[in-house]
């Protein structure tokens, strides 16, 4: 029995022995195999997915922008690549259950000349995840989805996957998992892994402490090695600044957080403490609040702000840096003697004595046939007076070696008569690029203008014009609505503040890119101009730099409008804008408008704000010009609902006004100069029912004294001369009035009917009538015999417009009714004139305009589309039309002699605007 027992026994202990091994195996657990072992210290880029499902759930959120970015052709393939993982995860799922939860690192590193790749690398929790990867693609051969092979590379198996659309190369190293479509990148990670690597280095596992578990992927930037991937997209020209862009820092590492259309990036920057990187500057330094946007044109479409705690300190380790780099050092020192020998002053101790710390370099509009023009430097100063006793020395010792005066280097850019700016000739064009370095060398110095408490240095004459009429029209970015909301989502202090709108400055690629890379983003270029603007901050952060990114995505692509001019108001504008007389200068007009804080402002043709006045309310109706004192002066006349205003040029109150009604106002003043010899009389409606009458100086006229009215009246009174019968007519909702000059019932009326509140309207519809409409849109004419008929031109809604005019020349009126998004004409038999629809609803009362030749046109404004239309009485849209802006607009000429029209408008942004219609 032993005989048998023995040999039974010792099988037994060899299966269990086998058993235990292979179960032991299959399930022995990895242990500090860190995928960031395997990424070669090469790397310039590293992408961490903190967990795959999460990852792949928010690039199929559906949101405008993703949306947008999947129809994208140079993206197909990464796309392609996540539907693809998607598919395969709800087909198998050991691979779901094995990957889905994984942090997932992808390594991008560059192929050949122009190519790049990557390398991705995840942690296996055991071998049996290991079996169950390459199960699964030998399933895939199995079933006729690919062919497997595997080779032996420095003891490692390197499997090669060939599929019907392409192939890829993985293995598994120390509990590592490698992917690559790269044979060499697999090879190269199973090297890494066994060799000093990302990990081993203090100041990486620094920056990965930093790290927040919460977003949805990480960046990781190794600034020493960017640049070989940067190189790839830019100019020849550009590479070499672009290779210098290393010593900016180490490694940066950045927490990316998306939501919706936006993304948030944000993380730290890490340098040695010498000197040997650009951000080592700036460790002595304290975030700042940021004001230069005060200062920089709402047209800025790039800027870099260096804003500083002490700028003297900032010079004293700008040099250190610059020793280290060498000739850099020693040709900045050559300059700067230069111009001490010349200036008799050092330019930084000049710097340090006038500036107040904050610097920024911007660009304004790129144009597309030069985009090297419209570059700024600006420097904000302590006092303007200071800087120029200190400047305007240097500026004339310069001169005289160029045998001039220094008032042969000034010209005067005149705003208006009594606003002018002097601009000089600036001999040192280098002058940013000296301060700040080769970032700031963008911009050439050729011209100075001080501004408030501002140096503004521009590369041509005609630019720093055009900024100067900028910041004196306040169209700052501290103004614009759009910049406004996007800063808030910045952080509160920085040093450094760089900020692009990539809508504005999309031209800057056809300088900066190679050809090839600038045609896939021209190819593209409606979907980069709805990516708004980028954000990036820099601030000092115990002993690293805290970066603060922010992107917008706007799914709503608006294209910059082509303005004469732009003059930003306190808030959006709330009354029609008018164009009216300069009794001073009768060449040329002035705009009056008010804003929804009750400011009324008198604008120039420059777009200059003369003046703003704040009023109590709103102005109800036209503001109007009367000559009270018959001299040719000209004032304003207005009212809001407590108050009848009579206003002169210098925004001053003339005479008894303002007057104070005897009960609220209903509607807007009406202006009567019976016999043209400026015995004007003002009329109001009031809440009471009752219309009062005002002599010109504002008292109430004592032979006026109508019967109140059986309801409110509303619209403007009208005033109307008929066959040598003057007429003044108005009407409540049932009723219509026409009264004589004291306010008796000259025609009385029998055709009664529910207004729609539109205006009435004198009309030739064989003779001469009033006409409005009732609710249901049929038109009512009123005879001045007392006889009344309709007109029936179809059913409209009560909420419709409706204008009288002779649109086609014909001495006959003719009717515009706007409802819903539809514009209508018709003759003033129901003949149908003409009929437009529009991509919104018309939100305000078409108003006509009449042109040279007795061209009419209608204009129409789509206040939730913020556009404006101009159609002509076809129904075509006139040329270039639509236009940005949201409110009532006025058509004329701002200068006599003109070859153009100007139409003024508000915009939703708080903007106001000045096109040129041709």
């Given at each position: 029995m032993r005989k048998f027992l023995l040999p039974l026994l010792v099988v037994l202990i060899v299966a269990l022995g086998l058993t235990w091994y292979f179960m032991a195996r299959e399930t022995t657990s990895y242990s500090e195999n860190s995928a960031f072992q395997s990424i070669p210290v090469r790397t310039p880029l590293v992408v961490e997915v903190p967990e795959l499902k999460s990852f792949l759930r928010e690039c199929k959120s559906g949101n405008?922008?993703?949306?947008?970015?999947?129809?994208?052709?140079?993206?197909?393939?990464?796309?392609?690549?996540?539907?693809?993982?998607?598919?395969?995860?709800?087909?198998?799922?050991?691979?779901?259950?094995?990957?889905?939860?994984?942090?997932?690192?992808?390594?991008?590193?560059?192929?050949?000349?122009?190519?790049?790749?990557?390398?991705?690398?995840?942690?296996?929790?055991?071998?049996?995840?290991?079996?169950?990867?390459?199960?699964?693609?030998?399933?895939?051969?199995?079933?006729?989805?690919?062919?497997?092979?595997?080779?032996?590379?420095?003891?490692?198996?390197?499997?090669?996957?060939?599929?019907?659309?392409?192939?890829?190369?993985?293995?598994?190293?120390?509990?590592?998992?490698?992917?690559?479509?790269?044979?060499?990148?697999?090879?190269?990670?199973?090297?890494?892994?066994?060799?000093?690597?990302?990990?081993?280095?203090?100041?990486?596992?620094?920056?990965?402490s930093t790290v927040s578990s919460s977003s949805t992927f990480n960046l990781f930037v190794n600034q020493k090695k960017i640049s070989v991937l940067l190189e790839r997209v830019v100019t020849p020209e550009l590479r070499k600044f672009i290779r210098e862009f290393a010593n900016f820092s180490d490694w940066n590492e950045l927490d990316v957080?998306?939501?919706?259309?936006?993304?948030?990036?944000?993380?730290?920057?890490?340098?040695?403490?010498?000197?040997?990187?650009?951000?080592?500057?700036?460790?002595?330094?304290?975030?700042?609040?940021?004001?230069?946007?005060?200062?920089?044109?709402?047209?800025?479409?790039?800027?870099?702000?260096?804003n500083l705690d002490s700028y003297s300190r900032f010079e004293e380790d700008y040099v250190e840096f610059l020793k280290k780099q060498g000739s850099d050092f020693y040709n900045r020192e050559t300059s700067l003697i230069n111009f001490e020998k010349t200036g008799k002053k050092s330019l930084t101790a000049l710097f340090g004595e006038v500036s107040d710390n904050d610097f920024a370099m911007a660009f304004g509009?790129?144009?597309?046939?030069?985009?090297?023009?419209?570059?700024?430097?600006?420097?904000?100063?302590?006092?303007?007076?200071?800087?120029?006793?200190?400047?305007?020395?240097?500026?004339?010792?310069?001169?005289?070696?160029?045998?001039?005066?220094?008032?042969?280097?000034?010209?005067?850019?005149?705003?208006?008569?009594?606003?002018?700016?002097?601009?000089?000739?600036?001999?040192?064009?280098?002058?940013?690029?000296?301060?700040?370095?080769?970032?700031?060398?963008?911009?050439?110095?050729?011209?100075?203008?001080?501004?408030?408490?501002?140096?503004?240095?521009?590369?041509?004459?005609?630019?720093?014009?055009?900024?100067?009429?900028?910041?004196?029209?306040?169209?700052?970015?501290?103004?614009?609505?759009?910049?406004?909301?996007?800063?808030?989502?910045?952080?509160?202090?920085?040093?450094?503040?760089?900020?692009?709108?990539?809508?504005?400055?999309?031209?800057?690629?056809?300088?900066?890119?190679?050809?090839?890379?600038?045609?896939?983003?021209?190819?593209?270029?409606?979907?980069?101009?709805?990516?708004?603007a980028l954000g990036w901050q820099i601030a000092p952060n115990s002993g690293a730099f805290l970066n603060n990114l922010y992107l917008r995505f706007d799914p709503v692509m608006k294209e910059e409008p082509q303005t004469v001019w732009q003059s930003k108001l306190d808030t959006t504008v709330s009354i029609k804008p008018q164009i009216v007389t300069n009794h001073n200068d009768r060449m040329n007009k002035e705009v009056i408008v008010q804003d929804n804080k009750n400011n009324l402002y008198l604008i120039n043709k420059e777009g200059v704000r003369l003046w703003k006045i704040k009023l109590s309310e709103k102005i109800l109706g036209d503001v109007y010009q009367v000559d009270l004192y018959r001299n040719g002066k000209l004032q304003y006349l207005f009212n809001t609902k407590d108050k009848l205003y009579l206003i002169d040029r210098n925004g001053n109150h003339v005479g008894k006004f303002p007057v104070a009604f005897r009960a609220p106002a209903t509607n807007g003043v009406a202006v009567c100069d019976y016999d043209n010899n400026k015995d004007y009389r003002y009329f109001v409606a009031c809440e009471n029912k009752q219309i009062y009458g005002y002599d010109r100086n504002g008292s109430l006229v004592e032979g006026w004294k109508p019967e109140k009215t059986d309801g409110t009246v509303t619209d403007q009174l009208q005033h109307f001369r008929v066959d040598g019968k003057d007429y003044i007519v108005c009407a409540d909702r049932y009723k219509t009035y026409i009264f004589d000059r004291q306010g008796s019932i000259r025609v009385k009326t029998t055709d009664n009917f529910e207004h729609s509140g539109n205006n009435l309207y004198l009309v030739k519809a064989g003779q001469f009538a009033l006409a409005t409409t009732d609710v249901k849109g049929i038109v009512h004419l009123q005879y001045f015999n007392g006889e009344s008929k309709t007109v029936d031109l179809g059913k409209f809604s009560s909420n419709h417009f409706f204008v009288a005019e002779d649109l086609n020349n014909d001495g006959q009126s003719d009717f515009v009714i706007a409802d819903?998004?539809?514009?209508?004409?018709?003759?003033?038999?129901?003949?149908?004139?003409?009929?437009?629809?529009?991509?919104?609803?018309?939100?305000?009362?078409?108003?006509?305009?009449?042109?040279?030749?007795?061209?009419?046109?209608?204009?129409?404004?789509?206040?939730?589309?913020?556009?404006?239309?101009?159609?002509?009485?076809?129904?075509?849209?006139?040329?270039?039309?639509?236009?940005?802006?949201?409110?009532?607009?006025?058509?004329?000429?701002?200068?006599?002699?003109?070859?153009?029209?100007?139409?003024?408008?508000?915009?939703?942004?708080?903007?106001?605007?000045?096109?040129?219609?041709d």
């Open positions: 405008p922008m993703t949306e947008e970015l999947r129809g994208a052709e140079f993206l197909k393939g990464f796309w392609k690549d996540i539907d693809d993982i998607e598919n395969l995860m709800s087909e198998d799922e050991t691979l779901r259950q094995t990957i889905q939860s994984k942090s997932v690192l992808i390594a991008f590193n560059p192929e050949g000349k122009t190519g790049v790749e990557a390398l991705f690398a995840f942690s296996l929790k055991n071998r049996a995840e290991r079996e169950g990867m390459i199960s699964f693609f030998k399933q895939r051969q199995q079933a006729g989805s690919g062919k497997l092979n595997k080779r032996d590379y420095d003891g490692q198996e390197i499997y090669h996957f060939q599929g019907p659309n392409g192939g890829c190369y993985f293995a598994e190293s120390k509990g590592i998992f490698l992917l690559s479509r790269n044979a060499i990148f697999v090879e190269e990670g199973i090297r890494q892994i066994s060799s000093e690597n990302l990990l081993t280095q203090d100041q990486f596992k620094q920056l990965y957080t998306a939501k919706g259309n936006e993304f948030w990036l944000n993380g730290f920057s890490f340098t040695a403490d010498t000197y040997d990187n650009f951000l080592s500057v700036l460790r002595k330094q304290e975030g700042q609040r940021f004001h230069m946007d005060e200062a920089l044109s709402s047209n800025t479409s790039l800027f870099i702000n260096f509009p790129v144009l597309q046939n030069d985009p090297t023009q419209n570059r700024f430097f600006i420097a904000k100063v302590k006092s303007q007076s200071a800087a120029k006793e200190l400047i305007l020395p240097i500026l004339e010792n310069f001169a005289k070696v160029n045998k001039k005066t220094l008032a042969e280097t000034e010209s005067k850019y005149q705003l208006q008569k009594d606003v002018a700016y002097s601009i000089y000739e600036f001999p040192v064009k280098e002058l940013a690029g000296l301060l700040f370095g080769k970032v700031f060398s963008a911009v050439d110095c050729n011209y100075l203008c001080f501004y408030d408490n501002y140096l503004i240095f521009a590369n041509n004459e005609a630019a720093l014009k055009s900024y100067i009429h900028d910041l004196v029209l306040s169209s700052t970015l501290a103004k614009d609505v759009n910049f406004r909301k996007f800063h808030q989502q910045m952080a509160s202090r920085s040093s450094v503040y760089c900020y692009i709108n990539f809508s504005k400055a999309f031209n800057l690629g056809a300088l900066y890119m190679n050809e090839e890379s600038f045609a896939t983003v021209k190819e593209y270029e409606q979907l980069f101009r709805k990516f708004y819903g998004k539809e514009l209508y004409a018709f003759s003033d038999r129901g003949k149908d004139i003409m009929d437009r629809e529009f991509p919104s609803p018309i939100t305000n009362r078409p108003n006509i305009y009449t042109f040279s030749g007795n061209n009419k046109k209608v204009g129409v404004v789509c206040k939730g589309e913020n556009r404006v239309y101009l159609v002509n009485s076809d129904g075509k849209l006139y040329n270039g039309f639509p236009l940005q802006g949201n409110t009532d607009f006025s058509i004329g000429y701002m200068t006599r002699g003109n070859p153009y029209f100007n139409l003024l408008v508000g915009n939703e942004d708080n903007s106001f605007f000045n096109y040129k219609v």
